[in-house]
Structure formats: structure tokens, C-alpha cells
């Protein structure tokens, strides 16, 4: 895997809104395990998505973080050898990245609609990419067709691509990505980059050595591992972070109506008090724990205290 590269961590926060409880975990997690590593750490703005994308919620994000205590060392607001750090910019290397995987006969257009899956296929199951792509389109590669809506680009998974990956908390995963995800999208129809090639494009642009992320994604990491290889990268050491649950058993980060950091600070709550709130349900004080700054938890940073975490790789 990443053997011997200096760690380089990053946080990529999607601008959909203020920043969820579930998010300032994950990304104070990330940060910790960057540090404890003498590592570096890059935040990358993840805003592939238009109607999803809530103006000036990137920085708005950013700022709560910084009012947690974290710091990073190259990102869109302090810049880097990796910019821009803002996903919305980079275009040209997912069609980069797009133009060498097509050389290699591993894409496809596709013009099913959503209905025409579902009504094939065989197993619907209720993944992100919804039921199992059936292939129909896959003979018919790029060439150009009367085609009856704008098509989407497809990956040709190679149908023996078996991905074990070594979770570093969550231990040993392994995906047969054909049987399991199918031909999944790399681009919409409508132009939109799909996050499986972007995050992967950007992982390897910017050295990524260690991805530090919630446990919802564990299950998109072989996909991002199988595209990593076919564009001649290798995937990072990935570490998913367990869904941590709040005190009714809804996830943290999901949770509706859970308060955003900007809603705690604006409510008069100070930073140490969110801080421990959050290292309490991730497991990493004792409950009795009511302040705590980043630096702190640092100093006794352990992984293997996170909740649901049985046994922990170092990076
Ligand atoms: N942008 C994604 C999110 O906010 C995270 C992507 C990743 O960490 O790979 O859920």
C-alpha cells in the first residue's frame, strides 16, 4: 500500500449545509490521526454536486472547524501545491482521467433510465448506485449513437476484480465489485463527475498516503481502490471511521434536527464543550469529560478507545 510516504491526510467536507456533529467527528478524527503521525493535512471542498451545493457553506464550514481548534496545512483557504482545492475547479482532470480509462477500453456510454435498471435487474439492492447495473449497455463502448437521453460514462468493471482491502479500524474487506456494485457511473448524464472519480482523481493528485473517513464510505473504498489502479495509482491506506451513534441511537451524523456546530456556537456554546461532546461519543474521554481542546486529545490520541473499534493498524 502506502509504505514509506510521509502520511498526508485530508477532510473533504461536501458544502451541503453547516457542518453536522457526525462531520466535525470525522474531520477531528482525520486530523488526529494526520498529527499523531507528524503528517500533513489537506482539506479539499467537495462541491461536484450543483443543486446540493449551498453557496458560501464551504467557508462557513472551514471557519466552525477552525473555531474547534483544528488547523491544516494546505486547503482553499491557504492554499498548497495541489490547487485548487475545490472540487468544482478541477474539471479538467476528471476529463483527464475520463480520456485514459476510455483509452483503455474501460468505459461505456450509457443511456438506460433509472426505471429500465430497476425493471432488469435481477437483485435490486438499496446501495448507493441503487440496483446492480445490468450491463445492457456495455457492447456498445463510446462509439457515438442516436442515443435517447443524454447518456451517462460507465466503468467496465473487469469481472474477476476481486478488492480486499486492510481497514486499519475496521479490518479486512473484501469486494467482488462486479457481482456486488456492477458497471457504476463516472459521469451523469447531465456532465455532474461522479464522487467515485473525483475523490479518486484528487487522492492521487494530492499524495494522498491515508484516508481517515466515516464508516458509511467503507463500502464506495473498493470502487475507489479498483479506479485508483486502472488510472496506474495505488489506492491510500483507508481507516473508517465506526458510525457513531448519539445517546438515542440515531446516527450522529444523519440525525435530523441535530444541531450544526454553527447552531451550538451561536447558541453561546464555547468550543472546549462541543469539543468534548464529541470525543465523549466517539469514546475518547470518559464521560465525565465536559471540556477538551484538539491539543489535548492529541496528547492521548488512541484509536483503539474509538467506539466499535476491536483492533487498530498504524498508519
Ligand atoms: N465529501 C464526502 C462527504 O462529505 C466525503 C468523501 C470522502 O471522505 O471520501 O461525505
Redesign the pocket.
Known amino acids: 500500500m502506502s509504505a514509506g510516504r510521509p502520511y498526508r491526510g485530508r477532510f473533504?467536507?461536501?458544502p451541503t449545509g453547516d457542518l453536522h456533529l457526525g462531520?466535525a467527528a470525522a474531520a477531528l478524527v482525520a486530523w488526529l490521526d494526520a498529527r499523531a503521525a507528524g503528517g500533513a493535512l489537506v482539506v479539499r471542498v467537495?462541491d461536484l454536486d450543483p443543486p446540493r451545493t449551498v453557496p458560501g457553506a464551504a467557508d462557513r464550514q472551514m471557519d466552525d472547524l477552525r473555531w474547534l481548534g483544528l488547523d491544516w496545512d494546505e486547503g482553499p483557504d491557504v492554499g498548497g501545491p495541489h490547487t485548487p482545492y475545490v472540487q468544482s475547479a478541477r474539471g479538467a482532470r476528471y476529463e483527464g482521467a475520463l480520456a485514459a480509462l476510455a483509452g483503455r477500453g474501460l468505459t461505456y456510454l450509457c443511456d438506460c433510465s433509472r426505471a429500465e435498471i430497476a425493471r432488469v435487474a435481477s437483485a435490486p439492492h438499496a446501495g448507493d448506485e441503487g440496483p446492480r447495473y445490468p450491463g445492457t449497455c456495455r457492447a456498445l463502448g463510446m462509439a457515438p449513437r442516436p442515443f435517447r437521453r443524454a447518456p451517462a460514462v460507465r466503468f467496465a468493471v473487469p469481472a474477476d476484480a476481486e478488492i480486499a482491502l486492510d481497514d486499519r479500524w475496521q479490518g479486512r474487506h473484501v469486494e467482488r465489485v462486479a457481482e456486488q456494485v456492477g458497471d457504476f457511473v463516472l459521469r451523469r448524464g447531465d456532465g455532474v463527475f461522479a464522487y467515485q472519480l473525483a475523490?479518486v482523481v484528487d487522492d492521487l493528485a494530492m499524495e494522498i498516503t491515508d484516508?481517515v473517513?466515516g464508516a458509511d464510505?467503507l463500502g464506495s473504498s473498493a470502487r475507489q481502490a479498483l479506479l485508483a489502479r486502472a488510472l496506474g495509482g495505488e489506492a491510500p491506506r483507508f481507516a473508517h471511521l465506526p458510525l457513531v451513534l448519539a445517546s438515542d441511537g440515531a446516527r450522529l451524523a444523519k440525525r435530523a434536527g441535530s444541531p450544526s456546530i454553527r447552531g451550538r456556537r451561536e447558541a453561546g456554546e464555547r468550543s472546549p464543550s462541543v469539543v468534548a461532546s464529541i470525543a465523549r461519543v466517539l469514546g475518547l474521554v470518559d464521560a465525565s469529560v465536559r471540556q477538551a481542546t484538539p491539543r489535548e486529545l492529541l496528547a492521548a490520541w488512541n484509536p483503539s478507545r474509538l467506539v466499535g473499534v476491536a483492533s487498530v493498524r498504524a498508519p
Open positions: 473533504a467536507p461536501s462531520s467537495e475523490v484516508v473517513r464510505l
